[in-house]
């Protein structure tokens, strides 16, 4: 990958076009079917990365057009799980979801996301992201009827991420990213079991690799969670020790508008940090300053060629509008620094 100050990105998803899927909500069905769906997805990714090319980012992700929602869509494609008959239960420790079964041993007999990774290849010399879940995330979003074990699940989830992770590569990936946000709710899990089994899903891999870790998308269980947790957001504490000594080569965080003390951030010093400078559970569009800001913050405890500027989370939530305003604001904001440097 060419070297980039202060490379800017989205975390993953924005929002869908409303013909292909109703817009605002999380688990939104599509609009299409058969054919006509397998298009519509890939139209929707090609207005994805231009509305990232055209807000300048510099790595491109896939805006997670191509997939319902970003555990369950990986889940539902392994066997040994039924996805007709779901199952409610509580995810986070927080809130209910409608998820997946695992009722059989679960294997990736078939690629995921490979054949959407290629085409975004195709489209763009600039780098890519794919964001994958991670293992203990997974475990956290479906109905486990046949381990009964959320580590040994862990471990055959990160396999399967493994085989994924791998193709990806070999289609042209630059950045692998885990989605782990259950790594802010069961530390225990992380340091017992939920770090390793990340590193066996980023095993053999030579592209870099990143773990997104944030306090969710911008729903209201969540926005009722993050009151309920103080004027100081010590989360990452349980968890950066660990990661710190891991292999994982970038760690995605949640800093604007949030209570964590960015201070923190020195217990993964010398890892990259993509700092998340886009709060995505509000309507209002940041100014470039105030991206600016928490950037500027952040450079007291992250070496500025480790700083990746990016946003809390994923906008699939978000209008298209405000998405796009907030894209804008990202990079703007970045610039602003690069100008400080002197780069
Ligand atoms: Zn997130």
Request: proline fraction near 5%; aromatic fraction near 8%; hydrophobic fraction near 40%.
């Amino acid at each position: 990958m060419k070297k980039l100050l202060l490379p800017t990105s989205i975390v993953g998803s924005l929002p869908k076009p409303a013909w292909l899927a109703p817009p605002e909500k999380l688990w939104s069905p599509w609009k299409l079917e058969g054919d006509q769906l397998l298009e519509g997805k890939q139209d929707a990714l090609r207005i994805s990365l231009q509305e990232q090319q055209l807000a300048d980012l510099d790595i491109i992700c896939d805006g997670e057009q191509t997939r319902q929602h970003f555990v369950t869509t990986f889940i539902e494609h392994l066997s040994g799980v039924d996805f007709e008959n779901r199952k409610t239960v509580k995810i986070r420790d927080r809130y209910d979801a409608s998820v997946p079964v695992v009722v059989g041993e679960v294997a990736r007999q078939k690629a995921v996301f490979v054949e959407d990774a290629k085409f975004l290849r195709k489209q763009t010399n600039k780098p890519i992201k794919w964001a994958l879940p991670g293992p203990l995330t997974m475990v956290d979003t479906l109905y486990d009827d046949h381990y009964k074990s959320r580590e040994k699940l862990a471990w055959e989830f990160a396999k399967a991420l493994n085989e994924e992770a791998r193709e990806l590569q070999d289609a042209g990936v630059d950045i692998i990213q885990f989605d782990e946000p259950a790594f802010n709710v069961f530390f225990d899990e992380v340091n017992d079991w939920g770090m390793a089994a990340l590193e066996r899903a980023i095993e053999g891999l030579h592209c870099q690799t990143a773990v997104h870790i944030c306090y969710g998308y911008g729903i209201q269980a969540n926005t009722d969670w993050k009151k309920t947790l103080g004027s100081e957001w010590r989360q990452y504490e349980e968890i950066f020790p660990k990661i710190q000594k891991s292999k994982i080569d970038v760690v995605s965080l949640e800093c604007h508008n949030s209570n964590v003390p960015l201070n923190l951030m020195e217990l993964v010093r010398g890892k990259k940090v993509m700092v998340g400078a886009i709060d995505v559970a509000t309507n209002t569009i940041e100014t470039p300053e105030e991206v600016a800001d928490t950037l500027r913050k952040a450079l007291e405890f992250v070496d500025a060629e480790n700083l990746y500027p990016s946003t809390n989370c994923g906008m699939a939530p978000l209008s298209r509008n405000i998405a796009r305003g907030k894209l804008s604001a990202l990079s703007a904001g970045a610039e602003i620094i690069r100008k400080e440097l002197g780069i």
